[in-house]
């Protein structure tokens, strides 16, 4: 069993078969095979497995021991690639049925729908995860597909302020229908137009993955794309919470009459009103067990902590009586793409929405590959580097096209599964492999498709409202890279105040246009505004591009903010160049040989700045 122990980067000719080793024949290949399965060394190795499930609890002795590293290219045992593909699959689960759940409901889907988005979802992170993984040049050009890295992709948390906005604007101009006495009906024309839009506006993507990785972060750098990825996981912490509290439909309202004055509805096993302390505390308990998953939990366990808090949540809620199973015994047994289809069309307002969404998992993706490269130990720069960004990058925007055309939303690189890597210590493909096995099995069973969308509200919410706050986390990350000046903290606050002010108060730009003619055109363009205008992390996306090219750079002198409050350091500073400073730092500042007076009220504010 080839691996590789504590090694630097590690980057050589890109090949899917082991480097160095010569052509083999087809009969070698089959031999290689055989022995991969029918002997000790092929099947399980000599890797510890006891470090994957040792928990770390206060009374146990830590080990010292670390686990071998597995590289890129080495060979590893087939039960441990399968061990931790399913480690990998399942750190994903959560992340990719969460968006069609949500917007499935937003399209008041019946349960069928959902079940289907949901077992479609899957199956497409698979295929769509294998490309990634595979990597392969474009026929007779310097260009590829793919990363060749455990770059894994699963469904984009950026589409969901986008599809619920457009969903709610397309029922209110009334391309999606109401009953008579106003009841939203499932609506398969917006849930397609969502579909074809966005496939269309992939190809902004993909025409930009040809571009050179530097010119590309010079254009969209952390200062634009960190305050858009925070917008994000803010307003998206907010279906979590209603979700939390027992529901974001109709129920929330509490209603006085009708089928939903309980949550999720009247005739639902153990409904409740919306906010009641027992869909708070389900909520609570998923909370509690992630966050003791990840003090106490075993390696493989620390990796899976938000499925384990799910599964937990899940048992309390069917002892208790919150399961309807009626839904899961009416599920058919498997289940594929295209079960289920929707008329697909393009859908004006959405434009620029998905363009600004496009941008931002273009970045996200080379953010999460270079992620991938480090814990993967290989090359952060070079020709190869490169390219391998490029083939993300293509490959991601050919992956959100094929998502649409498969009939789920777009797809971007997860960056959980980087966590995965480092906490198993293993790079290689095999594991990538069977990850995307394992998800392209789930999605087929359909009835497990089925118990996931019969998971009550309350216990979804509590899992979701961590994921979302982490997407918001990920972004203050990405902030943080960027040197503190008074230009970045201008583009920062003028970007952030519009896009915060929209997420607050979401129905700020509704009344601006009034036009009520019979030219469609002209009232589409007016709804592309008002979606933008209302879409926090959009507006704040466009604004801050636009910023950050007009504003001129600062001086090379100009002193980077300090956001740790370094007094000390500014008192060395001020007297290397013959400056006092009266009080602790905070009193009056007097310039050696001038007649300059400084109030140090202004220097503490600008360090807490």
């Not at 579909?195 to 952390?222: D, V």
């Not at 070079?382 to 498969?406: E, P």
Request: charged share 15%.
């Amino acid at each position: 069993m080839a691996v590789t122990i504590d090694q630097g980067p590690m980057d050589g000719p890109d090949q899917i078969t082991p480097e160095q080793s010569p052509k083999r024949s087809i009969g070698e290949k089959f031999q290689a095979f055989g022995r991969a399965f029918t002997t000790k060394e092929g099947l399980i190795g000599s890797y510890d497995y006891g470090f994957l499930f040792k928990p770390n609890l206060p009374f146990m002795k830590k080990s010292t021991r670390r686990a071998p590293f597995f590289g890129l290219q080495d060979r590893m045992p087939v039960v441990l690639a399968l061990l931790l593909g399913f480690q990998h699959a399942l750190a994903m689960l959560a992340g990719v049925i969460t968006p069609p759940i949500i917007i499935g409901a937003s399209a008041n889907f019946a349960t069928n729908q959902t079940q289907y988005l949901v077992s479609t979802s899957l199956i497409v992170c698979g295929i769509l995860s294998a490309v990634q993984i595979t990597r392969f040049q474009i026929y007779k050009t310097p260009y590829y597909i793919g990363t060749g890295l455990i770059s894994v992709v699963g469904t984009s948390f950026a589409i969901i302020p986008i599809a619920t906005k457009g969903l709610s604007q397309m029922y209110a101009n009334g391309m999606c229908p109401t009953s008579a006495n106003g009841t939203k009906l499932p609506c398969p024309e917006g849930y397609g137009a969502i579909l074809g839009t966005a496939s269309l506006c992939a190809l902004l993507e993909i025409g930009l993955s040809f571009m050179k990785p530097t010119l590309l972060k010079k254009l969209f750098p952390p200062i634009v794309t960190g305050p858009t990825v925070t917008l994000i996981g803010i307003h998206l912490i907010e279906s979590g919470f209603a979700g939390w509290a027992g529901g974001s439909g109709n129920c929330m309202g509490r209603p006085k009459t009708g089928n939903y004055q309980l949550c999720p509805s009247n005739a639902a096993p153990h409904a409740l009103l919306w906010g009641s302390a027992e869909f708070i505390g389900l909520g609570f308990l998923v909370f509690l067990t992630i966050i003791l998953l990840e003090r106490f939990g075993a390696p493989i366990m620390k990796s899976l902590s938000v499925v384990g808090g799910l599964l937990i949540g899940c048992i309390v809620a069917a002892a208790c009586g919150y399961f309807d199973r009626s839904s899961i015994d009416k599920a058919p047994v498997a289940s594929f793409i295209w079960v289920h289809t929707f008329p697909l069309s393009v859908y004006g307002p959405l434009i620029l929405p998905l363009l600004a969404v496009y941008l931002i998992l273009m970045m996200e993706a080379i953010g999460d590959i270079t992620a991938t490269c480090d814990v993967s130990r290989l090359q952060v720069d070079g020709k190869l580097f490169d390219s391998r960004i490029q083939g993300g990058v293509l490959a991601d925007g050919l992956n959100g096209m094929l998502a649409g055309l498969c009939t789920i939303t777009p797809m971007s690189t997860f960056a959980q599964n980087n966590g995965v890597i480092a906490l198993t210590r293993c790079a290689n493909r095999k594991a990538g492999y069977a990850a995307c096995f394992f998800l392209i099995v789930m999605g087929v069973f359909s009835k497990f498709a089925a118990a996931l969308t019969a998971i009550p509200a309350s216990v979804l919410g509590g899992m979701t409202t961590f994921l979302f706050a982490s997407v918001a986390v990920s972004g203050i990350r990405i902030i943080s890279t960027v040197p503190f000046t008074r230009r970045t903290r201008f583009v920062l606050t003028a970007s952030m105040s519009v896009g915060l002010g929209a997420i607050l108060v979401p129905n700020w730009f509704d009344y601006v246009f009034t036009y009520t003619g019979d030219n469609k055109a002209k009232a589409g363009f007016f709804d592309a505004i008002a979606l933008v205008m209302e879409t926090g992390f959009a507006v704040t996306a466009f604004l801050a591009v636009i910023l950050n090219l007009i504003l001129p750079d600062e001086e090379a002198s100009e002193e980077t903010e300090s956001l740790a409050g370094d007094i000390a350091d500014r008192e060395r500073e001020y007297a290397e160049n013959g400056l006092t400073v009266g009080g602790e730092g905070y009193g009056e500042k007097t310039v050696t040989g001038a007649n300059t007076r400084a109030s140090a009220s202004t220097e503490g504010a600008e360090l807490k700045a």
